[in-house]
């Protein structure tokens, strides 16, 4: 099985969402008209500019079927040229591993 690509900057979101796109074969307006939302929100995501509009980006992720799920923050060096988890990193700890007080 792939792996599936984690989204942990925007340029890398907008290239899964041109891919997903594509893939269903739809166009920058029907993808907006599906969403309810603009077709400048649509172009923006898939440019890779930040987008403060949640919701309308939520809903472009379904309706190209992109699923979108909490995973971990790694930091930005655990990433390889191609957006994957380097082999040597470990997974970061979360709140309930740990009884730091000061881990955010």
Known sequence: ???RPFIHT???LGEILREARA????????VAALAETTELVVT???AGRPRAEIPATVRIL???GVE???IP???QWAFDESGAIRQDVE???TRKDTEDESFI
């Open 91 to 93: 997974p970061p700890t």
């Open 62 to 64: 379904s309706v190209l």
């Open 73 to 75: 923050t790694y930091p």
């Open 10 to 12: 925007f340029e890398r």
């Open 68 to 70: 979108a799920r909490s």
């Open 1 to 3: 099985m792939e792996p």
């Open 23 to 30: 893939l269903k074969q739809l166009t920058v307006n029907e």
């Open 44 to 46: 923006e995501l898939e």
